[in-house]
């Protein structure tokens, strides 16, 4: 089946530092990542689209310049925290969409950030 | 290997029919297992289970867990167009620092 992972899983970082996370479709080309922030107990908000080869597409209040996101790749897309504060902690889900599927998206195991 | 696996991956079905979609997971230390609603862009929170045999329920919307089973049910009665919309079963790794999603059921309600 279709696998995507994230990277790193886990990161804790000190404020005001940048961090990046990667998100990669192992075994499909991802047209499509989405990119998700969660917050405990309530459900996953949509950060920003991104389709390879273009800029990514941010939901409203969603700071592009603080949260960049670069998909190079039809299997790799990145999400980099810039300038983190501890008010960006939070748990970091991408998921992936396949060519020629478009109703199905593969979720990545998350990455748990925790800014100090 | 921890994961999550739902099913039927598709369902299309007539208004006014009752749906059971069915999520089933293998994890160490189980600590929850959630269900959402996917329509065209964020997933929304539907239930989060964590004790067996205790249903959760809204409006039309009912899930109960099984823990026994491994298993989750999510039943829609009565089913609206407006159900129409990918559900997504997910269940936190023991340490909470990941979440394993299944790849969801893609429910069509036809009028």
């Known amino acids: 089946g279709a696998v995507v992972s994230q990277h790193p899983s886990r990161v804790i970082c000190k404020s005001g530092t940048s961090v990046k996370i990667e998100c990669r479709s192992l075994d499909f080309q991802a047209t499509t990542m989405f990119w998700y922030r969660q917050f405990p107990k309530k459900s996953l908000m949509l950060m920003a689209t991104s389709n390879e080869g273009s800029k990514a597409t941010y939901e409203q209040g969603v700071e592009k310049d603080k949260f960049l996101i670069n998909h190079a790749s039809l299997t790799l897309s990145t999400l980099t925290v810039t300038s983190a504060h501890p008010e960006d902690s939070s748990f970091y889900i991408c998921s992936a969409r396949g060519l020629g599927n478009q109703e199905t998206q593969y979720f990545g195991p998350g990455t748990r950030l925790l800014v100090l | 290997e921890d994961k999550v696996v739902q099913s039927p991956l598709s369902l299309v079905v007539h208004e006014g029919d009752t749906v059971t979609l069915n999520c089933s997971y293998e994890v160490t230390n189980f600590r929850s297992l959630l269900w959402y609603k996917q329509e065209k862009k964020a997933p929304t929170f539907l239930f989060m289970l964590?004790?067996?045999?205790i249903e959760k329920k809204s409006g039309r919307l009912s899930s109960i867990l099984d823990k026994k089973e491994l298993s989750s049910i999510l039943n829609i009665t009565a089913t609206q167009t407006g159900d129409s919309a990918i559900y997504l079963c997910a269940v936190p790794s023991n340490t909470g620092n990941q979440f394993y999603f299944g790849t969801g059921t893609s429910l069509t309600v036809i009028p």
């Open positions: 964590t004790s067996s045999g």
